[in-house]
């Protein structure tokens, strides 16, 4: 039994469970069981769906003489094990969502905030601050355009369907993958931590070939120029802390530090003069700006001038 066998089979076991009640001891155990990895989630919920539209589809149907003479239905976890198998071969990894197609759908955030969902195909997205995405579910194709801001994917990969990101001029595959893709105007940076993608030019002239990241590799692309470099594992957990709201900087000059907290406020820093090049170091807090400058004030010596609506720092 591999890997995804097992969860399904858990799944399956907890599924049964749920329908007849948990109980307190099991409720904390099912909720343990979730939180351990996004996979057993996204699998529970697909079973879910799947088992629920099977009893729709059931109640639809009027039953026969000799089906009168049958049990309503299979014990449940019976029939919650049969149904991850009709999912698995009939349909493929688990994408209920082709029963019927699901309308495009728009997620947002406000500067500041975020948000957690989960798509139709059971894939997982973090919205980081001010983003905004239009997810298309169909059963031909799964897309998801990313207007502004930044998100991170944990894609149900489906080899038949591939989960696409459009991100300006640059699309983004999914090849069995966890990804971030932020997008700044014409430049988009995609940060790959499992699995890999495939990123290529869409539209332009002079459109290169596309290139593939794997697992620690970050592609920085802008209009027709692409690179791909290696990370350490830790420059990548660093890349991703704004998933839990903070910010790691590793010697950056200050002006950048400073325009990178900017997108998680309202109010801005405005940093001029020679404090500008000041190489700033370490994690911060996205959304304490009078923390951070109370800090550049103790630490360097800066002079900081506050009004309503912004902080100017200087020598």
Not at 158 to 170: K, L, Q, S, W
């Amino acid at each position: 039994m591999n890997r995804r066998e097992k969860i399904e089979e858990e799944a399956a076991d907890w599924l049964a469970r749920v329908d007849r009640g948990l109980s307190r001891e099991e409720e904390v155990l099912f909720a343990r069981w979730k939180a351990a990895d996004i996979e057993h989630r996204i699998i529970f919920l697909q079973l879910q769906a799947a088992w629920q539209r099977a009893d729709r589809l059931a109640a639809m149907r009027q039953p026969s003489p000799s089906a009168s003479r049958l049990p309503r239905r299979l014990p449940l976890k019976a029939a919650a094990i049969a149904a991850v198998l009709v999912m698995c071969v009939g349909l493929g990894l688990g994408l209920a969502y082709r029963a019927r197609d699901i309308p495009p759908q728009r997620f947002e955030t406000a500067i500041g905030a975020r948000r957690s969902l989960n798509l139709a195909d059971g894939t997982h997205v973090e919205l980081n601050t001010n983003t905004v995405i239009h997810a298309s579910i169909t059963r031909e194709a799964r897309t998801v355009t990313l207007d502004r801001g930044q998100a991170y994917f944990e894609v149900v990969h489906d080899d038949r369907h591939p989960f696409v990101v459009i991100a300006g001029n640059h699309r983004i595959t999914d090849l069995g993958t966890k990804f971030s893709v932020r997008r700044d105007g014409d430049r988009v940076d995609v940060v790959v931590t499992e699995g890999e993608v495939r990123v290529e030019h869409i539209a332009g002239e002079h459109v290169g070939a596309p290139v593939v990241a794997e697992r620690n590799m970050v592609v920085i692309a802008r209009r027709n120029e692409t690179l791909v470099a290696q990370r350490h594992p830790k420059e990548i957990d660093d890349a991703m802390l704004w998933r839990s709201g903070m910010l790691s900087f590793n010697q950056e000059p200050l002006a950048a530090v400073a325009e990178d907290i900017n997108r998680y406020n309202t109010r801005k820093i405005e940093v001029v003069g020679p404090a500008r090049d000041i190489r700033i170091g370490g994690s911060f807090r996205s959304d304490n700006i009078e923390g951070f400058t109370q800090l550049l004030r103790d630490g360097f010596g800066l002079k900081i001038v506050e009004t309503d609506d912004k902080i100017v720092i200087s020598n």
